[in-house]
């Protein structure tokens, strides 16, 4: 069983910058693929970017603005969002699996209770 913990969501201005965190309580978290996924009011969860190994992937909506990372050492999955826009409002939810198919939500096995990030005009 993976549990996650996701933090550092809040309420921010429109250009300003977050780091979302998340902590794994799995002993073999290295060969976890990680995303994150995000799901604002009356719209369905939605891929943002995922980590695996050293690869990275990107939503097309996010890419440039925004970068995941990963440290093994402490089981954290990290989600650094500059340039924020109102449209990025929405609950981020960090996930996990072993082999899933990248943008889609239900081929991962694990989820966190997600964070509110609301970025105002």
């Known amino acids: 069983q993976v549990q996650l913990v996701e933090s550092g969501g809040g309420l921010v201005q429109a250009g300003d910058s977050l780091r979302l965190s998340c902590a794994a309580s799995?002993?073999?978290?290295?060969?976890?693929?990680m995303a994150w996924f995000r799901q604002a009011p009356g719209k369905e969860r939605e891929f943002v970017g995922a980590?695996?190994?050293?690869?990275?992937y990107y939503a097309d909506s996010v890419k440039g603005r925004f970068t995941i990372s990963r440290d093994n050492a402490k089981n954290t999955v990290y989600l650094q969002m500059n340039s924020l826009k109102p449209e990025d409002t929405a609950v981020y939810y960090c996930?996990?699996?072993?082999?899933?198919?990248?943008?889609?939500?239900?081929?991962?096995?694990?989820w966190g209770q997600g964070t509110q990030v609301t970025v105002s005009s």
């Open positions: 996930s996990a699996a072993l082999a899933p198919s990248l943008e889609i939500a239900r081929t991962y096995d694990y």
């Open positions: 799995v002993r073999t978290f290295s060969n976890y693929f």
């Open positions: 980590i695996n190994g050293g690869r990275t």
